[in-house]
């Protein structure tokens, strides 16, 4: 596993889908975080809610409307969803044009703005950002589409520092038939979880393969083993870098860091260059039957 640097100056040499397929994460010298003068001190002052929902503050691009602030000033809001809107933009234009082949079928996700310290926040266990986890949405089911996140850093000084693990295909073969896979391919999981979801007490709309990927994210970060034993990769990425990454594929977690900004693709796994490495592939064909 290793961070690859996208040189803007000379792009060839580096393939980004065959960098992020495999499961590296790809790095860009570059901020594409619009530095009015104060929006740095700003942004380190804003608090996002302590809602059930609300780890971060999310801005949703098709919207234009931002949440997770809570009470707040309508200034404040406005100045918040400004610098997302900004940042949004940039980042989609960049990688639209970076990786058309994505672009033709993705579906734009959240943005998100990260101000809080990461090193020693509590958070409930399944919430923790500081344990090795493959990401998945408990109420946006990607229906064996991607999760490709887009991060910069934009704390003045501060480094963010994120420890990851080998890729999907080498987790899943490992842990996935503890985590359940068999039942959620098969049967009796997804059924209770359909019961429920028509009973109104789950998100309705997600495939076997959702809740497959949400209990995986679960069972890795509940799963002491694996976060003491598995290898670990240590990267440090510097104040006013990006980097991108498939989060559903990659298991990581953030060690330090405070003040990033994100946004979000749900990547349609058929337009990965090599569809076969995608999540949902990779567990049809541990389980033998289809997920989607
Ligand atoms: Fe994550």
């Not at 923790?128 to 998945?136: E, M, S, V």
Request: charged letters at 25%; aromatic letters at 10%.
């Amino acid at each position: 596993m290793r961070a690859v640097e996208l040189t803007l100056e000379r792009r060839d040499g580096v393939d980004p889908y065959a960098v992020l397929e495999s499961g590296d994460i790809l790095t860009i010298p570059k901020s594409f975080f619009e530095d009015t003068p104060g929006d740095r001190d700003f942004l380190l002052q804003v608090r996002p809610s302590r809602g059930q929902f609300h780890k971060n503050v999310a801005y949703r691009p098709g919207e234009d409307r931002v949440s997770g602030l809570g009470e707040m000033e309508p200034q404040t809001a406005a100045r918040v969803r400004s610098v997302l809107r900004n940042y949004s933009r940039n980042v989609i234009e960049f990688v639209g044009e970076l990786l058309p082949r994505y672009r033709a079928g993705w579906h734009l996700d959240y943005a998100s703005l990260r101000p809080v310290e990461e090193a020693g926040r509590e958070l409930p266990l399944t919430k923790r950002n500081d344990l090795l986890h493959t990401d998945a949405f408990p109420t946006r089911p990607t229906k064996g589409g991607l999760i490709l996140r887009f991060f910069t850093n934009v704390h003045p000084a501060k480094p963010r520092v994120w420890v990851t693990s080998d890729p999907f295909a080498i987790a899943a073969e490992r842990y996935a038939s503890d985590a359940g896979l068999d039942r959620f391919a098969r049967g009796s999981m997804y059924h209770v979880r359909q019961a429920l979801a028509a009973a109104g007490i789950l998100p309705k709309g997600r495939s076997r393969y959702d809740e497959f990927m949400l209990a995986f994210h679960d069972y890795l970060k509940k799963n002491d083993e694996y976060q003491q034993n598995c290898p670990k990769y240590r990267f440090a990425f510097s104040p006013g870098t990006s980097w991108m990454v498939f989060t559903d594929m990659v298991p990581h977690s953030v060690e330090s860091g405070q003040l990033a900004l994100e946004q979000t693709f749900i990547v349609a796994a058929q337009s990965l260059a090599n569809p076969k490495q995608a999540p949902i592939a990779i567990l049809e064909q541990l389980a033998g039957a289809p997920l989607g």
